[in-house]
């Protein structure tokens, strides 16, 4: 053992109460970061594995917008009907698009949208509670949508057919139904949904055909009711309607600029007299009212996908994006998380102000580890005092003192870390349940799991190394301001 | 040439709004092989004068030489070279690394210079010396379990261990009993004379005084005497 590593390793020895004071810092702060990541990490884990199996893919295109959507709506939370989603334009040359990038294992299109469960129909008074946004609906096309999501679970009846009208509903919303209204719905009951929108209120009827659960259960999606894409079409007012800007004259524009309150006034210009105007020809004829009232069929919001196994995903999105540019397509394509939405980020969110946190207390241990170092410098000046009179460079007290930090923190840092490890194993054998829907979402499971990872351990014996480093600075620059006349002063 | 030669130092401390003159310009010489006693009254600057000729203090104005080479202007790391290379030290509080056996205290200047490999000839010269000093039995103990003249005798061998030229020695015998402090009068000068290493002195020991062949009063940080005995 050389001579740095002996005199380090005594004094460590010697000294236990620093060395239990500092050690046990050093073990409490990689402990508590390993548990804690390894949570969120499992957390991540969970939250991507159940929204990408379930609800969003891997990544998901969905039309170019100045305001934030995304598959589940608007994320400013407006409940004006302006918000709906934007509609995929040249949705067909995006389909070629996607077509031609290699790691896509398979997509569906989807339309998203709410509606208000109407209860009237089982002798429930419509309650304005219940007018809020509305339960998230999904216009799905069976064929492709099952298969992109086979984590879709059937508990009773059957997953929508292809051009079978009805709807498909978990089976926690349906208890939540049950629990709220006291109305248990089964299946073949009929479900009227009421939703608003630029055309007014819509209201559908639709067939209870089977009752779902995911695979991987998250309270974030598990509201989602799969309904055929017409019903959904028509509540959204997904018409054939002209989305180009429309020239209009003069006089055209002032009748509109005109308030309703100047209809009854002098203030508009009245009829010249002896004219006669059919208003019963102009408002009887419905055709053009008709036609621009039939749903579009070609209309979707987003196009879901999953790619092949370990493909990259923000490559992916990258490249696609690049061709929709290079297109001039007004698509753009995000990640499951940019699809998912806040929820999803949650996680990240909590796990980014948990380091926070940690990384303060770190501050505040590495300053208690600090003042520790020093006033052990302080007590131990006259042996350092010595080994300078004797012949010891700077650099062999540099070396003594960094060879002790490094063991100390070493030492109890690999210490913290089996501590952590065992703990993240236990809890990964415990698997306590979450009972807490919140906990439950952020989660991403049922039970609390931890992950013992690779990456984990490497980043906790970084940090033993960051504190061994930074905690050593300024007690060796003390320590090397020690002459060999203190050593000779100090009692 | 002489061993030591320290020149008009001076020593000035400050002390809040004051100045202390600890030594106020003192010369002479010491040759190789001397066995000299720095002695005065507390307070005469005696300490300071063997701070300054040990390099671990630096004169306010003045010159030291080590072997006729000026040290006022060699950078720390070159006095700390020369000072390993050069002298030995015994402390009047021991300061034995308290972390260390007998043995590896003895042993430890050898691991500080450029060669610092511990090979067999010093491997038998620090047994010779543990054997010198008397301390066969207790070279695996710590300082904590040895005796004020012990730990003392620790000392001396460390600081012989590199075989210097000058060994300073601060009141050697100041927190020995007297019976403790004649063995290691004795010892030093046994060795003084056995391998002419130059012993000097801080001390106010009529003892060493006595035994010393070449004395150094000091007053007030004044050199009242220098004298070198018959036959010295």
């Given at each position: 053992?050389?001579t740095?590593?002996?005199?380090?390793?005594?004094?460590?020895?010697q000294?236990?109460?620093?060395?239990?004071?500092v050690?046990?810092?050093?073990?409490?702060?990689?402990f508590?970061?390993?548990?804690?990541?390894?949570?969120?990490?499992?957390?991540?884990?969970?939250?991507?594995?159940?929204?990408?199996?379930?609800?969003?893919?891997d990544?998901?295109?969905?039309?170019?917008?100045?305001?934030?959507?995304?598959?589940?709506?608007?994320?400013?939370?407006?409940?004006?009907a302006?918000?709906?989603?934007?509609?995929?334009?040249?949705?067909?040359?995006i389909?070629?698009t996607?077509?031609?990038?290699p790691?896509?294992?398979?997509?569906?299109?989807?339309?998203?949208?709410?509606?208000?469960?109407?209860?009237?129909?089982?002798?429930?008074?419509?309650?304005?509670?219940?007018?809020?946004?509305?339960?998230?609906?999904?216009?799905?096309?069976?064929?492709?949508?099952?298969?992109?999501?086979?984590?879709?679970?059937?508990?009773?009846?059957?997953?929508?057919?292809?051009?079978?009208?009805?709807?498909?509903?978990?089976?926690?919303?349906?208890?939540?139904?049950?629990?709220?209204?006291?109305?248990?719905?089964?299946?073949?009951?009929?479900?009227?949904?009421?939703?608003?929108?630029?055309?007014?209120?819509?209201?559908?009827?639709?067939?209870?055909?089977?009752?779902?659960?995911?695979?991987?259960?998250?309270?974030?999606?598990?509201?989602?009711?799969?309904?055929d894409?017409?019903?959904?079409?028509?509540?959204?007012?997904?018409?054939?309607?002209?989305p180009?800007?429309?020239?209009?004259?003069?006089?055209?524009?002032?009748i509109?600029?005109?308030?309703?309150?100047?209809?009854?006034?002098?203030?508009?210009?009245?009829?010249?007299?002896?004219?006669?105007?059919?208003?019963g020809?102009?408002?009887?004829?419905?055709a053009?009212?008709?036609?621009?009232?039939?749903?579009?069929?070609?209309?979707?919001?987003?196009?879901?996908?999953?790619?092949?196994?370990?493909?990259?995903?923000?490559?992916?999105?990258?490249a696609?994006?690049t061709?929709?540019?290079?297109?001039?397509?007004?698509?753009?394509?995000?990640?499951?998380?940019?699809?998912?939405?806040?929820?999803?980020g949650?996680?990240?969110?909590?796990?980014v102000?948990?380091?926070?946190?940690i990384l303060?207390?770190?501050?505040?241990?590495v300053?208690?580890?600090?003042?520790?170092?020093?006033?052990?410098?302080?007590?131990?000046?006259?042996?350092?005092?010595?080994?300078?009179?004797?012949?010891?460079?700077?650099?062999?007290?540099?070396?003594?003192?960094?060879?002790?930090?490094m063991?100390?923190?070493?030492?109890?840092?690999?210490?913290g870390?089996?501590?952590?490890?065992?703990?993240?194993?236990?809890?990964?054998?415990?698997?306590?349940?979450?009972?807490?829907?919140?906990?439950?979402?952020?989660?991403?499971?049922?039970?609390?799991?931890?992950?013992?990872?690779?990456?984990?351990?490497?980043?906790?014996?970084?940090?033993?190394?960051?504190?061994g480093?930074?905690?050593?600075?300024?007690?060796?620059?003390?320590?090397?301001?020690?002459?060999?006349?203190?050593?000779?002063?100090?009692? | 040439?002489?061993?030591?030669?320290?020149?008009?130092?001076?020593?000035?401390?400050?002390?809040?709004?004051?100045?202390?003159?600890?030594?106020?310009?003192?010369?002479?010489?010491?040759e190789?092989?001397?066995?000299?006693?720095?002695?005065?009254?507390s307070?005469?600057?005696?300490?300071?004068i063997?701070?300054?000729?040990?390099l671990?203090?630096?004169?306010?104005?003045?010159e030291?030489?080590?072997q006729?080479?000026?040290?006022?202007?060699?950078?720390?790391?070159?006095?700390?070279?020369?000072?390993?290379?050069?002298?030995?030290?015994?402390f009047?509080?021991?300061?034995?690394?308290?972390?260390?056996t007998?043995?590896?205290?003895?042993?430890?200047?050898?691991?500080?210079?450029?060669n610092?490999?511990i090979?067999?000839?010093?491997r038998?010269?620090?047994?010779?010396l543990?054997?010198?000093?008397?301390?066969?039995?207790?070279q695996?103990?710590?300082?904590?379990?040895?005796?004020g003249?012990?730990?003392?005798?620790?000392?001396?061998?460390?600081?012989?261990?590199?075989?210097?030229?000058?060994?300073?020695?601060?009141?050697?015998t100041?927190n020995?009993?007297s019976?403790?402090?004649?063995?290691?009068?004795?010892l030093?000068?046994?060795?003084?004379?056995?391998?002419?290493?130059?012993?000097?002195?801080?001390?106010?020991d009529?003892?060493i005084?006595?035994?010393?062949?070449?004395?150094?009063?000091?007053?007030?940080?004044?050199v009242?005497?220098?004298?070198?005995?018959?036959?010295?």
């Open positions: 053992m050389g740095t590593l002996k005199i380090a390793v005594r004094n460590l020895v000294h236990q109460g620093k060395t239990f004071i050690g046990g810092l050093i073990s409490l702060g990689i508590l970061t390993f548990i804690g990541n390894s949570l969120f990490e499992s957390a991540a884990q969970g939250v991507k594995q159940g929204y990408t199996t379930s609800v969003t893919g990544l998901m295109i969905k039309a170019r917008s100045d305001r934030p959507f995304n598959l589940f709506g608007s994320e400013d939370f407006s409940l004006d302006a918000d709906a989603i934007p509609v995929l334009q040249n949705y067909d040359q389909l070629a996607l077509r031609s990038v790691q896509v294992a398979t997509f569906t299109s989807v339309i998203s949208s709410y509606a208000n469960l109407n209860f009237e129909a089982q002798g429930q008074a419509l309650d304005l509670e219940d007018m809020d946004r509305g339960d998230p609906m999904f216009g799905i096309d069976p064929d492709t949508y099952f298969k992109t999501f086979p984590g879709v679970r059937v508990l009773e009846g059957r997953l929508l057919q292809a051009g079978e009208r009805g709807i498909v509903m978990s089976r926690t919303r349906l208890d939540q139904i049950a629990a709220d209204k006291k109305i248990v719905l089964k299946l073949g009951d009929e479900i009227h949904l009421n939703a608003f929108s630029e055309t007014g209120l819509k209201v559908r009827v639709v067939p209870l055909v089977g009752i779902y659960q995911f695979q991987v259960p998250n309270k974030g999606f598990e509201g989602v009711s799969f309904v894409l017409q019903t959904l079409r028509a509540l959204g007012a997904m018409t054939i309607g002209t180009d800007e429309v020239k209009l004259d003069a006089s055209t524009q002032s509109l600029q005109t308030s309703s309150d100047d209809f009854f006034s002098d203030k508009v210009a009245s009829v010249a007299s002896g004219r006669r105007v059919d208003f020809h102009i408002l009887g004829d419905t053009n009212r008709d036609r621009l009232q039939t749903i579009d069929e070609g209309s979707w919001h987003d196009i879901l996908i999953r790619l092949k196994p370990d493909s990259d995903i923000p490559g992916t999105v990258a696609l994006n061709s929709f540019e290079k297109n001039h397509l007004p698509a753009v394509a995000v990640d499951w998380k940019g699809a998912a939405g806040f929820l999803a949650m996680t990240d969110v909590a796990q102000l948990f380091n926070l946190v303060l207390l770190t501050v505040v241990a300053i208690i580890i600090v003042n520790t170092l020093v006033i052990s410098v302080m007590e131990r000046t006259p042996e350092i005092g010595t080994m300078r009179a004797l012949g010891a460079q700077k650099s062999f007290v540099r070396r003594l003192f960094i060879t002790e930090t063991v100390l923190a070493a030492f109890f840092g690999v210490l870390l089996g501590l952590g490890a065992l703990g993240v194993m236990a809890i990964d054998q415990l698997k306590i349940p979450i009972e807490n829907d919140a906990l439950q979402l952020f989660f991403g499971a049922t039970d609390l799991g931890a992950h013992l990872s690779l990456g984990q351990v490497t980043l906790a014996l970084f940090d033993t190394v960051v504190i480093v930074v905690s050593w600075i300024y007690p060796v620059s003390v320590a090397l301001k020690v002459t060999p006349l203190k050593a000779i002063t100090t009692e | 040439m002489s061993i030591v030669e320290v020149q008009s130092a001076k020593k000035f401390y400050a002390l809040g709004k004051t100045t202390v003159e600890a030594v106020k310009g003192v010369s002479f010489a010491i190789q092989g001397d066995f000299i006693s720095i002695a005065g009254p307070g005469s600057g005696k300490s300071t063997l701070n300054m000729i040990g671990i203090d630096t004169p306010t104005d003045g030291v030489f080590i006729g080479r000026p040290v006022g202007r060699l950078r720390d790391r070159e006095i700390t070279r020369l000072r390993h290379e050069t002298i030995g030290f015994i009047q509080s021991f300061n034995l690394i308290p972390v260390l007998t043995k590896e205290n003895i042993e430890f200047p050898l691991l500080l210079g450029k610092n490999k090979t067999k000839e010093r038998d010269y620090v047994d010779f543990i054997e010198q000093v008397g301390l066969s039995d207790r695996k103990n710590r300082p904590n379990e040895l005796s003249g012990q730990r003392q005798r620790v000392a001396i061998a460390r600081a012989l261990v590199t075989k210097p030229l000058i060994v300073l020695a601060d009141e050697p100041a020995l009993d019976a403790t402090g004649d063995d290691i009068l004795a030093m000068r046994k060795i003084n004379q056995d391998l002419k290493t130059t012993f000097i002195f801080s001390t106010h009529a003892k005084v006595e035994l010393a062949d070449h004395i150094i009063r000091l007053k007030d940080g004044l009242t005497e220098n004298y070198k005995r018959a036959g010295a």
